[in-house]
């Protein structure tokens, strides 16, 4: 069974970092485009970074120069590190992989789904 546990959310000020972790059981995720989204009360679930079979990484404009996405293979484990965080950061932040193996629709975050609980973080200013 196909699983994606997040962790690593919490609470922290303007300016702080954190680190997300995602481990999946069930499957390897470097056989899979990966992803991280996010979903703030009241607006949609938003794409924040994807990595690609192929090592091609996408950021939304929103997070760019700040987050990095990165996977650790031998652990199956997918992180997104949280630098400069602001207060518009707060989210419920989830990791999901596309049906889609392309590199094209990774960068588009489509095809995501088998979303899990999430984790949650919070941003104060």
């Known amino acids: 069974q196909v699983q994606l546990v997040e962790s690593g959310g919490g609470s922290e000020q303007a300016g702080g970092s954190l680190r997300l972790s995602c481990t999946a059981s069930?499957?390897?995720?470097?056989?899979?485009?990966m992803g991280w989204f996010r979903q703030a009360p009241g607006k949609e679930r938003e794409g924040v970074a994807s990595?690609?079979?192929?090592?091609?990484?996408r950021y939304a404009d929103s997070v760019k120069g700040r987050f990095t996405i990165s996977q650790d293979n031998a652990k199956n484990t997918l992180y997104l590190q949280m630098n400069s965080l602001k207060p518009e950061d707060t989210a419920t932040y989830y990791c999901?992989?596309?049906?889609?193996?392309?590199?094209?629709?990774?960068?588009?975050?489509?095809?995501?789904?088998?979303w899990g609980q999430g984790t949650h973080v919070t941003v104060s200013s």
């Open positions: 999901a992989s596309s049906r889609y193996g392309s590199s094209w629709s990774c960068a588009r975050f489509a095809g995501f789904g088998g």
């Open positions: 069930g499957y390897t995720i470097n056989t899979s485009c």
């Open positions: 990595i690609a079979r192929d090592g091609t990484i």
